[in-house]
């Protein structure tokens, strides 16, 4: 019998992440247990910036060794400690503008994280987790935390998602003496804002030739904006810095979607054995936002509450179909009863 890997992929987004967040609780809901409990499957948590908050905290164990969190209390922590994440400040922004500061201190989100994933190394998480950060110094690269590296598992996750979540304007970049005294991260999402087939790379390196893959990616929403040719070319340099990280991030989750639809739903048969197989391998949890709710650092309450609403709507109306398909597929596994071949 081949095994079965899922990968659980979360996109970078700021506080739109409470919308994978409320995902997540919907399907624990729907399922009757937690993501990281589910029997029968091979995980893998991987999460960019915010994305990197819900990944590791669905991983972080309790004494017994089951997961400590749920998709509903990290639905509270957008809530309740995003002011404290991205405090308002207007002296900070103005000097934001002039020095690479960051519009919010580096304190506010440390110490929420510290609260959240305090105590616990990277290698201390359940299953296999990856956290996507990238590195500026000494060379610029992507960088990827793996628990079951035997140096990343000796990181503190507080730590790991921080590096994952500087993102540049918004927070300081995080400084790592480790990798020498030029060692710096910033966020992730500057080169793997939508981390899902990342993290099926990582683990097809880990599998046998003739397992299989499932991968269930939660987006932060979609841009409904557009960038038009007058403000692409008129616009002064300070006004676009936003609009440019916006256009590198954001664009990201198109491209993947799209090469994953042909990996796994399309199949290339070299890789894969079970060609034949009606068994749906990949789901893609987003939708359009407007720009009245698009901003990552939006804490008030009323628009938590439109994303909350967004995120129920894609999953009660427009993805319906994909959702149900996605538990029921789940339920079988988890119960033992789930064929490959014939996808029931």
């Not at 296999?128 to 950060?133: C, G, M, Q, S």
Request: charged share 20%.
């Amino acid at each position: 019998m081949p095994n079965i890997h899922i990968i659980w992929s979360f996109n970078g987004g700021g506080t739109r992440g409470i919308m994978q967040a409320r995902a997540v609780q919907r399907l624990e809901e729907r399922l009757g247990t937690q993501l990281a409990s589910i029997q029968g499957l091979k995980h893998y948590f991987i999460g960019t910036s915010t994305g990197a908050i819900v990944a590791l905290a669905l991983t972080k164990p309790k004494a017994d060794g089951t997961p400590l969190y749920r998709g509903g209390d990290i639905v509270n922590l957008y809530y309740n400690d995003s002011p404290t994440i991205f405090p308002k400040n207007f002296w900070r922004l103005l000097l934001s503008l002039v020095v690479n500061c960051g519009r919010y201190p580096a304190s506010g989100i440390e110490s929420v994280f510290k609260k959240y994933l305090g105590g616990t190394t990277l290698g201390e998480h359940m299953h296999n987790v990856i956290v996507p950060a990238t590195q500026t110094g000494p060379i610029f690269q992507p960088f990827f935390f793996k628990n079951y590296d035997k140096d990343d598992a000796k990181r503190q996750a507080w730590f790991v998602c921080r590096a994952s979540t500087a993102a540049p304007q918004y927070f300081p970049p995080l400084a790592d003496p480790s990798l020498g005294p030029d060692g710096c991260f910033i966020d992730g999402g500057i080169e793997v804002n939508a981390p899902a087939i990342s993290g099926l790379a990582e683990a097809m390196l880990k599998a046998n030739d003739d397992d299989e893959f499932i991968v269930v990616s939660f987006g932060t929403g979609m841009y409904l904006r557009s960038f038009s040719y007058k403000t692409m070319s008129r616009a002064p340099i300070w006004k676009l810095l936003g609009t440019v990280l916006d256009m590198l991030t954001g664009g990201q989750g198109y491209i993947v979607s799209y090469q994953l639809k042909l990996l796994l739903n399309k199949q290339i048969p070299q890789m894969f054995q079970h060609r034949d197989s009606a068994m749906r391998r990949f789901f893609n949890f987003d939708t359009m936002i407007p720009p009245d709710v698009d901003s990552i650092d939006d804490t008030s309450k009323a628009t938590l509450d439109k994303l909350v609403a967004l995120a129920d709507e894609m999953i009660d109306v427009e993805l319906k179909t994909d959702f149900d398909a996605l538990c029921e597929m789940l339920k079988k596994i988890h119960a033992g009863t789930f064929s490959v071949r014939t996808g029931v």
